[in-house]
């Protein structure tokens, strides 16, 4: 979408020139770009609406997490995990890390500061990002104006919250599991976690170890695989694989182990999808659950798999099997999705969704200056990657720009000089 340039703009809000890109997003992928172009000298503004650096590590995720990769996939570029962190980092481990990252490379985030829109005018060459930024003495407009803008928002930016039929009458504790820390304070309840991804059966999990009782809502096909095969980690063992054999026969060869290792799956409810676990996630994302223990508190009857949602009432909910329920409280493990469409104003590059249209390994790099960084469906290392590809594309245009205006003070300075 071409926005023309009003010059009554500037005199309605703060104006800011940025000789570089505006990253929008101090998560992981954000840090990682803005390393990148520190490293090859070019300058830049990262704007945060949180208070903080990977406000979604740190204020939206529970306590139990650990990251279900090994660390080395994991990393940002540059800058390896300590070597005295275990395979799989806690979050607080990781954001120690990520911290200790920032403070390395000398990347401050502009905090607190809230894209509302960008839109590049075509008539100037330049995209204008307005923000509202929130201080003491209350809020007010900014208008960055940029030839470069990195969208590093990532995939999981908002909260996914589906609607019920009755839930407001249901008269329990009802929260996202964004919110969610410890099943501590749920001892002794009966509590309906819904949906059965890498967070609904963690949630479940954390909640039987706290002594609540547990039912996990299967909406869908799911494939859960063991995290390790014989000692090495699931998604090492793909990788090792995919460099010799194609996608399907990877799939084939997992799924056979994950048969082996946990057994059929399927009796306890889990109904596997028709596409392999590798093929699922590059064609929507969807990533398989690496189970960490909570397999067998689901053969043990510890964790109850129920059928979807028909409706709640007061204390109880009626799955489609027709079964009635019980309840205390409700977890939404519903997931999370990208922002990008509430506030880039450009329908090129982004789907409606909020991803990029140009499947990975092509996504990080659209038109006018528009890059992405962290939309890959490939995690922390997807990340990387594009954020590597990302600053060397930007600090190529910019070093030859930066050449080019030199030049051309250069003559203009020569010129003048003459006339004396």
């Not at 060869?253 to 093929?279: A, D, H, Q, T, W």
């Amino acid at each position: 979408m071409v926005q023309s340039f009003n010059p009554e703009d500037l005199f309605t809000r703060r104006c800011v020139w940025v000789n570089g890109p505006v990253i929008v997003g101090a998560g992981p992928s954000g840090l990682a770009v803005a390393a990148g172009l520190k490293d090859q000298g070019v300058p830049f503004i990262i704007l945060e609406r949180a208070n903080c650096i990977a406000s979604l590590w740190q204020n939206r995720t529970y306590d139990r997490l650990k990251l279900h990769l090994p660390k080395q996939f994991c990393q940002l570029p540059n800058l390896p995990f300590p070597e005295d962190f275990p395979e799989y980092p806690t979050k607080f481990q990781f954001i120690k890390y990520l911290e200790s990252y920032a403070n390395h490379f000398n990347i401050t985030p502009q905090f607190n500061e809230t894209v509302q829109s960008a839109k590049y005018d075509e008539t100037f060459g330049l995209w204008r990002v307005k923000t509202i930024r929130k201080g003491h003495s209350g809020s007010s407009e900014v208008e960055y104006i940029c030839r470069w803008l990195i969208v590093a928002t990532g995939e999981n930016a908002e909260r996914v919250v589906p609607e019920f039929e009755g839930l407001d009458e249901f008269g329990g504790h009802v929260m996202h599991a964004s919110d969610y820390k410890s099943g501590e304070s749920y001892k002794g309840q009966k509590v309906l976690v819904v949906g059965c991804g890498n967070s609904g059966m963690e949630v479940s999990l954390d909640l039987c170890n706290h002594n609540a009782t547990p039912s996990m809502v299967i909406r869908s096909s799911v494939h859960v695989l063991p995290r390790e095969v014989f000692g090495k980690s699931t998604f090492e063992l793909a990788i090792m694989l995919m460099k010799r054999l194609p996608l399907w026969m990877v799939d084939k060869i997992l799924l056979i182990l994950s048969r082996l290792i946990l057994g059929n799956v399927e009796k306890y409810g889990l109904k596997r999808p028709c596409v392999g676990p590798l093929e699922l996630k590059n064609s929507s994302g969807k990533t398989p659950v690496l189970d960490i223990g909570a397999l067998k508190k689901i053969r043990s009857g510890q964790i109850k798999v129920v059928a979807g949602i028909k409706r709640f009432w007061h204390g109880k909910v009626e799955l489609v099997d027709g079964k009635i329920l019980q309840i205390d409280s409700v977890v939404l493990a519903t997931g999370y999705r990208s922002n990008v469409p509430s506030w880039l104003k450009e329908n090129e590059m982004f789907s409606n969704d909020g991803v990029p249209k140009d499947p990975f390994p092509n996504g990080w790099k659209g038109k006018a200056g528009l890059y992405a960084v962290g939309f890959t469906r490939r995690g922390l290392s997807g990340a990387s990657l594009d954020a590597i590809s990302v600053s060397q594309d930007i600090a190529k245009s910019w070093k030859e720009e930066t050449k080019q205006k030199k030049k051309t003070a250069a003559a203009r300075h020569r010129r003048c000089m003459s006339h004396f």
